[in-house]
């Protein structure tokens, strides 16, 4: 990105994680029914609440998590990402209160069969039980956590909407309101934040939409009420506050690819191979840990990706 070392979290903003694990307990005793875990989340009055967060109860666990030890709720929600606010990991944090994600809608249009059209978040999460995904994000920047992720495959959504032949990606809009986003006002970035996928890569089952975390509702920094979550590319990936899911023929154009094209591609694989052009891609730092780490191919999830680009030059298509 446009790089600026952030200091370290300090250890005394980390939460225990036994916490977290307490509360897990006591949500797997309950033993309500799948269907219902979005219950939460469309609420009784309806809509995601910005602050404070809510529970979501009666998490579906996946066998694509990992069992590595997770990051820290505070770190997870204090070190961030999101130029809309600013461009220190401090400032989404910071600023995040000035955002209001309610209500809030998402345009769905394109090559779909489906009705194009305004739909509001309960409409868009309705039919999905929500699942919790532990995944690892690699940034591009050369740091990582551990996430535990709320949300459902993205593969759903695009089935629900049935894409035409004539759909080969799909592109993603984050919202664009200057009054609200301060770095919109500045123009540090294009706005408003634009990314997209080859339809096969929407498929996967590890594409997903992303509710949550640590069982409660996305804080507005880490990009509520709904973001996609794509593990094995880098996180630039990963847009949040979605307002758009278009479905398009031809490759989008997406922000950071605009803004440094000799830096920053479609595809963004994480790949330890090809490096950065201004810092190597080979290691990592996860967030919490002195040591650096060995980046991993596909960020670690080869198994189930490295089929969509078998005989395609990854240092060309970065
Ligand atoms: N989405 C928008 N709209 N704006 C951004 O600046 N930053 C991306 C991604 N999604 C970004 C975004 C980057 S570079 C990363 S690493 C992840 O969000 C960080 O997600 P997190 O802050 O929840 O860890």
Partial sequence: MLIKQAPDIRSSEITPEHVYYNRRQFIGASGAAL?????????????????????????????FSTDERLNSFEEITSYNNFYEFGLDKEDPKRYAHELTVEPWSVRVEGHINRPAADYTLEDILQPHPLEERIYRLRCVEAWSMVVPWVGFPLADLVRRFEPTSRARYVRFETLYRPEEFRGQRRRNLTYP????????????????????????TLLNQNGAPLRLMVPWKYGFKSLKSIVKIEFVEEQPRNTWNVEIPHEYGFYANVNPEVNHPRWSQATERRIGSFFRQRTQMFNGYGDQVAHMYAGMDLAANY
């Fill in 35 to 63: 269907g219902a875990a979005g219950a939460a989340l469309l609420g009784g009055s309806g809509g995601v609440q910005a602050a404070p967060q809510e529970d979501i109860p009666n998490l579906a666990p996946s066998p």
């Fill in 193 to 216: 934040y634009v990314e997209g996928l080859r339809m096969d890569e929407a498929l996967n089952p590890l594409a997903i939409l992303v509710v949550g975390l640590y069982g409660k």
